[in-house]
């Protein structure tokens, strides 16, 4: 069965999945797995100090996984790396086409946005927020602007 559907028909505010982000303790080591493995396409490592990871990122045909390695103990996934010692799935990021209404649509459920509640450039250059990940299943969500 083939499901067709548009984002006109329905009332969503979530495109396509964008990334899905793997916390890692070593970024060479889960590479050349996911290369020796899996035959994967990894890039290499680039270093995003504003971020505060390492990151490699791993093409497929419908959507990318990121791993994620922290550059010091102030980094956004140094905590979960200590929850999580042999690394796991950080967050899903969804693409949006209007991250106000988005945001809107957010509040008037009464879900929460993390921080101030304000867009951040992310690390592809584009405004993200994350969401509350309690409100979620426990599953951290990223939603990317892509114009
Ligand atoms: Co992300």
Request: glycine fraction near 8%.
């Amino acid at each position: 069965i083939v499901l067709e559907y548009s984002m006109e028909g329905f009332n969503s505010n979530i495109g396509r999945l964008n990334h899905v982000a793997i916390a890692v303790p070593d970024i060479i080591i889960a590479s050349e797995m996911w290369q020796k493995a899996l035959g994967a396409n990894v890039s290499k490592p680039q270093t995003l100090p504003e971020h505060g990871v390492k990151v490699v990122f791993i093409e497929s045909p419908n959507t990318k996984v990121e791993l994620l390695e922290p550059l010091n103990e102030n980094s956004p996934i140094s905590k979960f790396l200590i929850k999580n010692p042999n690394g796991g799935m950080h967050h899903i990021c969804y693409e949006v086409s209007d991250l106000k209404s988005a945001s809107k649509k957010l509040k008037e459920v009464g879900a929460s946005i993390l921080g101030d509640g304000n867009p951040k450039i992310g690390a592809h250059g584009n405004p993200v927020i994350f969401l509350q990940p309690s409100d979620f299943s426990g599953t951290l969500i990223e939603l990317e602007e892509i114009k």
